[in-house]
């Protein structure tokens, strides 16, 4: 059991829906993580919040829109996206304050952009 | 520059085989820290064995190890005795520590591990 789940894990939508990932940890952890894992390509890192605030936002675009409510659930809202979009979302968490553990991650969101 | 380099995009390994999967990084900071995770066809990442940069000794994780050799910065996975269930992908992952909150893990692009009855 992996202790960060998300929801859904298979998604297909189109270029006009809005839809929304949701990501939950129940590990006591402060930081949380959206990741992309497209076919080919490492791991690219989206969004890092810390104590339910981003601090950090790598050039993703707007149509990418993070929310953290608290320090147990991670949303990624979605709209208007592109077929390029399409990968799997992961979604992970850690402790925070720079301390060099390992992050747990979720079983990922399947997205299909048509 | 790539900050963590995996040269071997897919392996086959005999099972009861040890096999080491090949990782080299990139930093500057003194402080850092570096993992593994496996990635079966589920898609879930799992967290496998950390190598701090201080450490004086190489991690250990039951069948896994870590072969770290910091004046060449590479980081490389040792699996014991194969099964057919290592058979998944695997990254190398970093972080730097040096910046307060810095929480980023950057990744290679992996390398199939395919274990072979």
């Known amino acids: 059991e992996t202790g960060v789940t998300q929801t859904p894990r298979h998604l297909v939508m189109g270029m006009t829906n809005k839809k929304s990932l949701k990501c939950e940890q129940h590990?006591?952890?402060?930081?949380m993580y959206w990741y992309k894992q497209s076919a080919k390509k490492p791991l690219e890192l989206m969004f890092v919040?810390?104590?339910?605030?981003?601090?950090e936002n790598n050039s993703v675009p707007s149509r990418f829109s993070p929310e953290c409510p608290n320090s147990s659930h991670l949303f990624l809202h979605l709209h208007t996206l592109q077929p390029e979009d399409s990968a799997l979302y992961l979604c992970?968490?850690?402790?925070?304050?720079?301390?060099?553990?390992?992050?747990?991650f979720g079983q990922g969101t399947r997205l299909t952009v048509v | 520059a790539q900050k963590i380099t995996q040269t071997q995009p897919g392996m086959f390994v005999q099972e009861k085989e040890a096999v080491t999967l090949d990782c080299t990084y990139d930093?500057?900071?003194?402080?850092?820290?570096l993992f593994w995770y496996k990635q079966p066809s589920s898609g879930e990442m799992i967290f496998l064995i950390y190598?701090?940069?201080?450490?004086?000794q190489n991690a250990t994780e039951g069948r896994y190890s870590l072969n770290f050799q910091k004046a060449r910065k590479s980081a490389n996975l040792v699996i014991s005795a194969s099964q057919l269930g290592d058979s998944a992908m695997y990254f190398c992952?970093?972080?730097?520590?040096?910046?307060?909150?810095?929480?980023?893990?950057?990744f290679g692009t992996g390398t199939r591990l395919t274990i072979i009855p």
């Open positions: 992970a968490s850690s402790q925070d304050r720079g301390g060099l553990k390992e992050a747990f």
């Open positions: 590990l006591g952890h402060n930081a």
């Open positions: 919040y810390s104590l339910e605030e981003r601090v």
């Open positions: 930093t500057s900071d003194p402080s850092y820290g």
């Open positions: 190598q701090g940069s201080y450490d004086q």
């Open positions: 992952a970093m972080r730097e520590g040096s910046n307060f909150g810095n929480e980023k893990l950057t």
